[in-house]
């Protein structure tokens, strides 16, 4: 999925993918929050293995190439997360950044991430309804 998240961000656009990832969404009944958590491990883990996979290829994974599949793979296991993304200046330039949270708390990045990062007041929704 990060290949094709890698390639399809460069072909169709954020918007649009977002939207594709959204519709292949949760196939699973969302998860208890005791549940929620070994399937977070298990999910930040994949995506891992999976940067690991693309450094072979000589390939650096961006922050929202990792984001977007972190966040559409907790949704498949039926683990509700939301995509943010967050912006700061650095001198005469505009960075981004993109994180996944789950209930206010943030995966797979520095907790301070939200104080480096002015966020959107809302997270990234997808275009059109998100299956369910």
């Known amino acids: 999925m990060l290949l094709f998240t890698i390639l399809a961000l460069r072909l169709v656009g954020f918007r649009r993918w977002h939207a594709v990832l959204a519709r292949w969404g949760p ?9 929620a958590d070994p399937l977070l491990r298990q999910a930040c ?3 891992r293995r999976g940067i690991g ?3 072979l290829g000589a390939y650096r994974v961006n922050c929202l190439e990792r984001s977007l599949v972190l966040w559409w793979l907790l949704g498949r296991l039926g683990v509700e ?3 943010r993304i967050g912006v700061h ?13 789950r209930g206010g708390l943030v ?14 007041d809302h997270a990234i ?6 299956r369910r």
Do not use: Y
């Not at 200046?89 to 949270?101: Q, S």
């Not at 929704?125 to 998100?130: A, E, T, W």
């Open 27 to 35: 196939t699973e009944e969302p998860a208890s929050d005791q549940e």
């Open 53 to 55: 996979v693309a450094a």
């Open 45 to 47: 883990a994949t995506v």
């Open 107 to 120: 995966l797979h990045e520095a907790d301070d991430v939200r104080e480096r990062f002015a966020t959107f």
């Open 125 to 130: 929704l997808p275009l059109g309804p998100r």
């Open 81 to 83: 997360s939301d995509l």
């Open 89 to 101: 200046r650095e001198g005469d330039r505009l960075a981004a950044h993109a994180w996944v949270e």
